[in-house]
C-alpha cells in the first residue's frame, strides 16, 4: 500500500503564491500519473493538473499560466507551484496517486488534503 501525505496549504492574500507537496510513502512501489485536485465548498471535486511518470502535463485552464505542477520521482514527491492566486482558487487540494509494485499489485491512492484559502 502507498499513503500520501500534503502539505504547504494556508491563507494568502490575493496575487500571492503557495507550494503544495505530496510526499508518497510505501514499499516496493512505483508511481504512475499523479494528480491534483481541488474541492471548493458547495462544489464537486474538480481535476486541476496531472502530470505522468515521464513528466508530461495538464491543466485545467483557469490554472494556466499561473500554476505549475512537477514531480521528483527520487523524493517520490509532487509539488503545485501556484502563483498569482484568485480568491476561487479557494478550496481543499488533495493529491492523487497510480502507482504499482512487482508484486504485482497496482492502486491509487488519496492523500488527506490541505486547505488553501485565498483572501482578496
Known amino acids: 500500500q502507498v499513503q500520501l501525505v500534503e502539505s504547504g496549504g494556508g491563507l494568502v492574500q490575493a496575487g500571492g503564491s503557495l507550494r503544495l507537496s505530496c510526499v508518497a510513502s510505501?514499499?516496493?512501489?512505483?508511481?504512475?500519473?499523479m494528480n491534483w485536485h481541488r474541492q471548493a465548498p458547495g462544489r464537486q471535486r474538480e481535476l486541476v493538473a496531472s502530470?505522468?511518470?515521464?513528466?508530461?502535463?495538464n491543466y485545467i485552464d483557469a490554472v494556466k499560466g499561473r500554476f505549475t505542477i512537477s514531480r521528483d520521482n527520487a523524493k517520490n514527491t509532487m509539488y503545485l507551484q501556484m502563483n498569482d492566486l484568485k480568491v476561487e482558487d479557494t478550496a481543499v487540494y488533495y493529491c492523487?496517486?497510480?502507482?504499482?509494485?512487482?508484486?504485482?499489485?497496482?492502486?491509487?491512492?488519496w492523500g488527506q488534503g490541505t486547505q488553501v484559502t485565498v483572501s482578496s
Open positions: 492523487e496517486a497510480d502507482w504499482w509494485t512487482a508484486v504485482p499489485e497496482a492502486g491509487r491512492t
Open positions: 510505501g514499499s516496493g512501489f512505483r508511481l504512475n500519473v
Open positions: 502530470i505522468g511518470s515521464g513528466g508530461n502535463t
